[in-house]
């Protein structure tokens, strides 16, 4: 079945630490997309990627990094620069069509130990 | 920037009932894209129904129907004969195009609706 890939589904982080987070998909879905949610807030935009090798940020990019070397993976690293990382991710991806829909995963639960 | 707002944080409906969840957005566009996404429980976006800003005809999906208003901005959903597996919460979502193909989604805060047995 296609789908989208989000692991681990919980993750806890120490002070100080980095932690990536997985995200894979095997639509063959060019653009993929990192948002995370607070409760009381809608998805916010990380950072998103067009096509393999390029990304852009989103609107809350400090504190994160992504790469994106092959077009089934966009991982997403929380670096330690990011001092409120307590959040729902999901991950997302579409096809490169003018309006068209996104696909989700089923999100990782990041929490500060 | 876009913005969209949604300006019920809850609300709760009978089972069977009609409800109808509201949703303004902002932009200078002409040319845009709206949808609304559920979450339920466990905590998968699921598309619920999507419209184009340049069809003036409402999208309409079995039981949910949106009411489009392009000139007031306003982008309602209305859900028919609710059921019980409707409780979630609900965003609604606004994309313009790019040159690139697709332009990345801004969201509401959500509502979250409730069905009563």
């Known amino acids: 079945d296609g789908g989208i890939t989000q692991s681990p589904k919980y993750l806890f982080r120490k002070e100080g630490q980095n932690v990536t987070l997985s995200c894979e998909q095997n639509?063959?879905?060019?653009?993929m997309y990192w948002y995370r949610q607070d409760p009381g807030q809608g998805l916010r935009l990380i950072y998103y990627?067009?096509?393999?090798?390029?990304?852009q940020k989103g609107d809350i990019a400090e504190g994160y990094s992504v790469s994106r070397e092959k077009k089934e993976s966009f991982p997403l690293t929380v670096t330690s620069a990011q001092k409120n990382p307590t959040a729902f991710y999901l991950c997302?991806?579409?096809?490169?069509?003018?309006?068209?829909?996104?696909?989700f995963g089923s999100g990782t639960q990041l929490s500060v130990l | 920037a876009q913005t969209v707002t949604q300006s019920q944080p809850e609300m709760s409906v009978q089972e069977a009932e009609t409800v109808t969840l509201s949703c303004t957005y902002d932009?200078?566009?002409?040319?845009?894209?709206l949808f609304w996404y559920k979450q339920p429980p466990s905590r998968q976006m699921i598309l619920v129904i999507r419209?184009?800003?340049?069809?003036?005809q409402n999208a309409t999906e079995n039981r949910f129907s949106v009411n489009f208003q392009k000139a007031a901005k306003s982008f309602s959903l209305k859900i028919s004969d609710s059921q019980l597996g409707d409780t979630a919460m609900y965003f609604c979502?606004?994309?313009?195009?790019?040159?690139?193909?697709?332009?990345?989604?801004?969201f509401g805060t959500g509502t979250r609706l409730t069905i009563i047995p």
């Open positions: 997302a991806s579409s096809i490169r069509v003018l309006g068209e829909k996104l696909f």
């Open positions: 639509l063959n879905h060019d653009a």
């Open positions: 990627s067009q096509i393999v090798n390029d990304f």
């Open positions: 932009t200078s566009e002409n040319n845009y894209y």
């Open positions: 419209q184009e800003a340049y069809k003036q």
């Open positions: 979502a606004f994309m313009k195009p790019s040159n690139f193909g697709n332009e990345k989604l801004t």
